[in-house]
């Protein structure tokens, strides 16, 4: 039996939404499948959902709650127990997969501080699906505001940015990657970050959009951020 969690479970109205850890299916693949047993109204709730978000991942939010402020409200699926808290109000939406959560510009979700936080590691990989209407400056994802070292997600029309931050350089400003969007559409970004010495030049930065790479943007002290 592979790992699976049960994010949404609606069979009256829009079905269901299931993450399951597989060893491997391949797109192209004729051969590779997984097999889905229902209709059993007493069997047991096996699900396992740290066991589907091991090997690595630090933390995973569904934001399948509607947030009220309370204190670890916006669960992580991980055994790490990550979980978050809103700040104010922000509005459940429908997401791209399941539901999602809007904020205003002044909302945001926090979680407790974690030693396994450090954007200073040697690679680290954030990940999500996001929309913004706005064509002003909306930080997505950030890892710190009052400690360095510090990176984060943004969007800026029409461009996505990534931005690190060690407290010392004496510009402040280290990388950044940039890329075509628009507003008010879905994207699948990823971020990687890779502080290995590959071609000579530290904190490489990658975005990943829509499973695309946009290229590697290596660490320029010189560089100014974007506004």
Not at 129 to 145: E, G
Request: net charge negative.
């Amino acid at each position: 039996e592979l790992s699976y969690e049960i994010e949404r479970w609606a069979s009256t109205t829009d079905g269901a939404y299931v993450w399951v850890k597989v060893p491997q299916v391949n797109g192209t693949s004729t051969s590779d499948s997984i097999y889905m047993y229902y209709g059993n109204a007493s069997a047991a709730d096996a699900q396992n959902a740290t066991s589907v978000w091991s090997n690595g991942y630090e933390t995973v939010w569904h934001l399948k709650e509607v947030p009220d402020n309370s204190a670890n409200q916006i669960k992580d699926s991980t055994a790490n127990a990550h979980h978050g808290q809103s700040l104010s109000t922000p509005t459940q939406v429908a997401g791209q997969i399941g539901k999602a959560i809007s904020f205003d510009g002044t909302q945001e979700i926090n979680a407790p501080d974690s030693a396994n936080w450090t954007v200073s590691s040697s690679k680290i990989t954030w990940e999500a699906w996001a929309k913004s209407s706005d064509t002003l400056y909306d930080i997505l994802v950030q890892s710190t505001s009052n400690t360095f070292p510090e990176m984060y997600l943004a969007y800026s029309d029409p461009s996505f940015l990534v931005y690190y931050h060690n407290g010392t350089d004496a510009t402040n400003i280290l990388s950044y990657s940039s890329t075509v969007g628009s507003s008010n559409a879905w994207y699948h970004i990823a971020v990687v970050r890779d502080d290995t010495d590959s071609n000579g030049v530290n904190d490489e930065t990658t975005i990943y959009l829509n499973g695309s790479s946009t290229g590697v943007t290596d660490r320029n002290a010189t560089d100014v951020f974007p506004n």
